[in-house]
């Protein structure tokens, strides 16, 4: 239901309302719960990218060199670009995976790892990426937390 059908509806004076724009005011600056929807957004999408070796949303990764394809072989790596032992992979998309580092706050969500060639990757092949869905999914999680604490709040 839009915003303006609330102010609409028979039983919701001024002092409802406002008091109900206060909560959500409130809402807005301990937002954590929808923080925490965001980073399970942003968990799936770094894994399908992954999991696409870069080709989520167009485009593909730079292949690996012939060398390097030949000592994942030789080392029982995983050959898919991107994979070779999953470290990378997993402190972006695995909760509580190794090298990860996650905050989740009022207002942000702080991803990221602390493996020493994730710079290198994300220029050659990166990773990193939001699609438009994910930013709307994104803005999706905050619009429905701050309308439902907008529609949840009684004076």
Do not use: C
């Amino acid at each position: 239901m839009p915003v303006f059908e609330v102010f609409a509806t028979p039983g919701h004076d001024g002092k409802t309302v406002a008091f109900r724009f206060q909560r959500m005011g409130a809402a807005a600056v301990r937002a954590k719960p929808a923080m925490e929807a965001i980073a399970a957004v942003m968990f799936r999408a770094y894994g399908m990218t992954f999991e696409s070796q870069g080709r989520r949303g167009g485009g593909s990764w730079k292949r690996d060199s012939v060398e390097w394809l030949e000592r994942k072989m030789r080392n029982n790596l995983d050959p898919r670009i991107g994979h070779a032992t999953l470290a990378l992979r997993r402190s972006m998309s695995v909760p509580g995976a190794a090298h990860q580092s996650l905050e989740i706050g009022n207002t942000f969500v702080h991803l990221s790892t602390d493996l020493p060639y994730a710079a290198v990757e994300q220029r050659e092949r990166p990773f990193l990426r939001l699609l438009p869905g994910d930013k709307l999914a994104m803005r999706n999680i905050v619009r429905d937390y701050l309308l439902g604490t907008f529609r949840a709040a009684r004076a």
